[in-house]
């Protein structure tokens, strides 16, 4: 089964879309989804967690400070002036509000995915990695605060 077969990044896409317009009232425009290596990301806190079961993998928000205070303010309802714990859980809910939606759609193809919980990472610079031989989907997306990305790195079982 290849990713086209259960249109993944249109999945990504609606799943992100649907989360912030009706968790944090924001409306978002998606850009064109890199498949594969490339399109370096500039980020401040990432956002990851761990999918399991038929698609195995790693669902992760990557964000600038500014993009991550803004998205935790529109969401909490409260202006966010640091990367602070408040941050860290926001984003960390994001994900994990995505990732649901991303396993709904994905149960539509009859594939099962679990998901475990969050882990955020704030920083200047830093790089995650792992995974070797997995397929890389990352999808840019504007907030009203800026730019922000949603990464699938992801392998098939079976």
């Known amino acids: 089964m290849k990713n086209d077969d259960f249109k993944l ?3 990504i896409v609606t799943a992100t879309k649907d989360v912030f317009s009706t968790m944090v009232m924001m409306e978002l425009e998606d850009g064109c989804p890199v ?3 490339g399109g370096e990301i500039q980020s401040n806190i990432s956002s990851m967690l761990g999918l399991g079961g038929d698609v195995r993998g790693i669902l992760a928000i990557h964000c600038p400070a500014d993009v991550a205070r803004g998205i935790t303010g529109a969401f909490i309802g409260m202006e966010v002036e640091a990367l602070n714990d408040d941050v860290k859980d926001a984003i960390g809910e994001l994900a994990n509000m995505i990732a649901g939606n991303l ?3 994905l149960a539509a193809f009859d594939m099962d995915v679990k998901l475990a919980i969050p ?3 704030i920083g200047e610079s830093y790089h995650a990695s792992g995974l070797f031989g997995a397929c890389r989907i990352a999808v840019p997306f504007v907030s009203t605060d800026g730019p922000f ?4 790195k992801y392998m098939l079982n079976g």
């Open 9 to 11: 990044e249109q999945g």
């Open 35 to 37: 498949v594969g290596k």
């Open 103 to 105: 396993k709904i759609h």
């Open 119 to 121: 882990t955020s990472v």
């Open 149 to 152: 990305w949603i990464e699938l």
